[in-house]
């Protein structure tokens, strides 16, 4: 059964860079049918897309987030990470790791836009 | 302010049907399928329905969705208390390149 586990820093300061990895473990992180990725929930707020990668190393951002966001794959080791710079504590949240379904339907033109397993997530703190 | 709507809280009794609701506009719902989570605080959230009203491995057949126009529904029959959880809907932007977006989120209350 496939799963995901984050892990990372639960405190980062301000103006620093937020890191965190996502391990996949009882599946290959080599599907060519999923990308990985990252949501994140403000206390007390809804769900917000950070981004997706695929294990190839293509991206997909959040445009409002893009300017600080990378994303990369380490298949080697099952893993996708997650490097957000120039933090304040407007990203304080459950970050969770996702994999993601993305695609266009060419039959009716809608977009397929789904997670179908997440992380249990982890509480990244941005404070001096 | 999340991108899609959502009531803030729906209540009925074990047994019940309950609905919950999710606006949108034509630049997300109008434009793609609708998906909904299952959220209990301190756990993954789990994905009940995708492309508007299709269930993964595993859900029972008491949740279900649909979607007509820039609107989406689930639909829970049989209450349990262990519904007891917050639900989101989600959906796609105006390309894939755009990213997608999600409710706020509904507290449902299993009396």
């Known amino acids: 059964q496939l799963q995901l586990q984050e892990s990372g820093p639960g405190l980062v300061k301000p103006s620093e860079t937020l890191s965190l990895t996502c391990t996949v473990s009882?599946?290959?992180?080599?599907?060519?049918?999923?990308?990985w990725g990252w949501i994140r929930q403000p206390p007390g707020k809804g769900f917000e897309w950070i981004g997706s990668?695929?294990?190839?190393?293509?991206?997909n951002y959040n445009p409002s987030l893009k300017s600080r966001v990378t994303m990369s794959v380490e298949s080697s080791k099952n893993q996708f990470s997650l490097k957000l710079t120039s933090v304040t504590a407007a990203d304080t949240a459950v970050y969770y790791c996702?994999?993601?379904?993305?695609?266009?339907?060419?039959?009716?033109?809608?977009?397929?836009?789904?997670?179908?397993?997440w992380g249990r997530g982890t509480l990244v703190t941005v404070s001096s | 302010q999340s991108v899609l709507t959502q009531p803030p809280s729906v209540s009925a009794a074990p047994g019940q049907k309950v609905t919950i609701s999710c606006s949108g506009s034509?630049?997300?719902?109008?434009?793609?399928?609708v998906s909904w989570y299952q959220h209990l605080p301190g756990t993954a959230p789990k994905l009940l329905i995708y492309?508007?009203?299709k269930r993964p491995s595993g859900i029972p057949d008491r949740f279900s969705g649909s979607k007509s126009g820039t609107s989406a529904t689930l639909g829970i029959t049989g209450l349990q208390t262990g519904d007891e959880a917050v639900y989101y809907c989600?959906?796609?932007?105006?390309?894939?390149?755009?990213?997608?977006?999600f409710g706020g989120g509904t507290k449902l209350t299993v009396l």
């Open positions: 996702v994999r993601h379904v993305r695609d266009y339907d060419t039959f009716t033109g809608y977009l397929y836009w789904y997670f179908d397993l």
């Open positions: 990668v695929y294990y190839t190393g293509g991206t």
């Open positions: 492309d508007n009203n």
């Open positions: 034509s630049s997300n719902i109008g434009n793609s399928y």
């Open positions: 009882g599946g290959s992180i080599s599907s060519s049918t999923h990308y």
């Open positions: 989600g959906t796609g932007g105006t390309s894939l390149s755009a990213g997608g977006v």
